[in-house]
């Protein structure tokens, strides 16, 4: 079992900053694949951000160039830095971990263990 606990939630002015975190608690997420997913108010939840077992990111495309993930194995806790927030990325923001090692693709992984979901509001 994984358990995992975000935190980072925040209001920003458009073009600001935000740094969100997921800690694992249990059995350890190492050698999973990650995921960040956001969902907006009468939207599909989305895959933002993930990081394969491998280690491979993937980000799409609306977010690349302002979003950035990283796993700190020590401190077993997965990050979502974001960078030159718009409005649009408005959102509560999830956290994942797939079931077994997963290092294909982050888009295809198993996504299994999930966070409580944090708020982001970008508004002016």
């Known amino acids: 079992q994984v358990q995992l606990v975000e935190s980072g939630e925040g209001v920003v002015q458009p073009g600001g900053s935000l740094r969100l975190s997921c800690a694992a608690s249990?059995?350890?997420?190492?050698?999973?694949?990650t995921g960040w997913f956001r969902q907006a108010p009468g939207k599909e939840r989305e895959l933002v951000a993930g990081?394969?077992?491998?280690?491979?990111?993937y980000y799409r495309n609306s977010v690349k160039g302002r979003f950035t993930m990283s796993r700190d194995y020590a401190k077993n806790t997965a990050y979502l830095q974001m960078s030159g927030l718009k409005p649009e990325d408005t959102a509560v923001y999830y956290c994942a971990a797939s079931r077994y090692y997963s290092d294909a693709d982050a888009r295809s992984a198993e996504y299994y263990y999930w966070g409580q979901g944090t708020q982001v509001t970008v508004s002016s």
């Open positions: 249990g059995r350890t997420f190492s050698n999973r694949a």
């Open positions: 990081i394969t077992s491998g280690g491979r990111t």
